[in-house]
Structures are given as C-alpha cells and as structure tokens.
C-alpha cells in the first residue's frame, strides 16, 4: 500500500484525485486549510497551510509520493502577496520537506497559463513552449511560474519530481471553481456580452487520472499537459444554450474594450467592494494571448486519454442550475 500525500486535497481537482487514488489502494493523507467533502477509512485529514514548515514535516511523515495541488487558483485577491506567498513560497517549503524527508517521487501541479505570452507566435502551444515571470499577464500567473521554475530547480538538482499543467478542468463539485463560475454567470444573464477567445476544457476526472500517471510514468523534470478540448468562448455558449435550454442575446466585444472593462472592475474590487470581479485585467490578457495546445506528449509518454468535453459540461451545468433552484 502506497502512503500519499496530496496538499491541496481538498480542492477541486483533490477532491477527485483522492478519490482515484483511494480507489486504486492507496492510504491517502491530505493537508488543506479545509476538511474533505468525502471522507473514507483509506483517508487522513490533517488541518494546515503549505506556509507552516512544521505542519508540512508533520504530514510527510511515513508518506512514499506527494501530489503538491495545494494553490491560490484565482486571478484576484484583496492582498496580491498573497499568491506569491501561497503559490512560490508554499511550493518551496513543501518541496524542501519532501526532499528533507525522502519521498521517492514528486508531481508539482501547475497550470496551462503561464504557457501563454504575448511574444509567443507559435500557433499550438505544447511543453516546449518557453515562457518567464517577466511574460506573465499578471501577480497570479508571475507566481504559478516562479513555483514552476523552483520545482524544475529542484528536479536539476536530482529530486525526483514531475510536472503537470492541467488546462481547464469541469466537472460537478459541491463547491464553484474557476471555470464554473464562468458558466454560472453566462447562465445567469439574458444578455451575454463576451470576448471570443480558445480555451481548453477537460473533464476533472481525466486530469485525476492524468495526475496519477504523470506521476507512474512521467520522466522526472519533465511537464505534462493534461487537456481535453480546445473550444471558443461562442461555441461554448452554444452548447451551454442547448444544455440549459437558456436563450440570451450574445453581444461581442473587442480584446481592447474587454480589458477597459476589466480593468474598472479590478479597481472597484480593489478600492471599493473587496469582492472578487467578474473579469480581471490578468484573466482578460490570458484570453488574448491564449491559443490551441497539444495533449500529444501526454498521449504519447503517459498513456493519457481523456474523454469528449460535452458529458462534463452537462454534469456542470446541470449541478449548478440545481444549485441555484
């Protein structure tokens, strides 16, 4: 039996890669601010921040691997130090516990974002792509970078440890992630006005399952996306329409005036409401300079296989029109 250790487990993305990693034997310890939704003989829970070294020392102990989920996912919070302190310095101290306690392998989960730049004309985006902190759209993707270059630091220093970048992940969840709560505002208005711009979503069971073979067979320092399908913002709202059964007028708007609006609406957060906005300058840059990306080495390397886009998407819609009835 494999001793895991997965931070961030009781996340999103956690929340189904403890479950998968429970199914198939393994004795599954999370470490997150906040209790599992699902608990189980096979999982222990201990309650802490990646920020407290001695926490962190203390849920390593007897642990085999790490899944290191554990992050700020949002583009806006009241304290911008904030992602660099969880994301950057959270990753640090978790990577040099593990490294001091001798875990045989490590999966630094990271994002798909910070493959995008400004610079880059490259018209698919796959792990080749380089990009640095000084490319990032903003404090939450500079941060998610600086994470990934420490772990990569340390794997050239010879800890064994994987990276994952995750695109878009869907799926239904007792609590509003990212993705979600973009489909939960578009469901919500008559009038839709948008920016057209290609993301990639993936079914959050496939990137479980991809995490744990990023881990089985990834080679060590080397990144992995794990993606499902490329999609516009318009066909997106298509396929919600048909799904929800929702009509709404769909006002297209110019990249310059999506990221105006944004950029009033991060003032306002910031200055005046303190709430999360609907779009961040940061979110809208990333739209911008988003574009196809390639599952081709995950396929290859891993394995990896992940399902049609359209049964997840109505599993989400679905739970979140429940939700709000």
Known sequence: MTHTLVTGGSGFVG??????????GHQVRVLDLRPPVDTSAQLQFIQGSVLDPERVLESLDGVEEVYHLAALPGMWMPDKSDFHAVNCRGTEIV????????????LHCSTESILFSRANSEPVVSEQTRTSPDDMPGVYTRSKM????RALQAADAGFPLVIANPTMPIGPHQRLTPPTLMLQYFLNRRVQIYYDFVM???????????LILVMRRGEVGQRYILGGEDISLKKLLDIVAVISGRDAMRIP?????AQMTAAVMDFIADHVSRRPPAATVEGVRIARWSKRLSIEKSRQELGYAPHPIEPALRETITSILGKAQ
């Open 15 to 24: 929340h189904y890669l403890v479950a998968a990693l429970a199914a198939q």
């Open 95 to 106: 990577i040099d516990a593990a490294r001091k306690s001798g875990v045989a392998r490590f």
């Open 146 to 149: 600086i994470a990934e270059q």
């Open 200 to 210: 990639n979503l993936v079914d959050v069971r496939d990137v479980a399952a991809g």
């Open 253 to 257: 708007i110019s990249a310059s005036f």
